[in-house]
């Protein structure tokens, strides 16, 4: 899957490092490092950071679907 984190939206909350520690980091205090194009095995971790993001800064595209979307199975 591909993802992408608005950074300008981004307020460093962290919660995406936690519920996807292998997807997501922070460096320093509010820097937000992740992978663009993490694994499927991943894809529940994500969902989760997508949906606790507290800012909604997180874009997912699952891979076979088009279009990026902010929440699992929500509308586009
Ligand atoms: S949960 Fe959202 S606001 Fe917090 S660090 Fe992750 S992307 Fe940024």
Redesign the pocket.
Known sequence: MRLV?DLN?????????FLAPDV?A?HGDES?LYNPEADEEQRENVAR?VA????G??LVEYDGEDGPRTHPGGAR
Not at 52 to 55: E, G, K, N, Q, T
């Open positions: 984190v939206r981004c307020q460093g909350y962290a919660q995406c490092a997501f922070m937000l950071a606790a993001c507290p800012v800064a997180i």
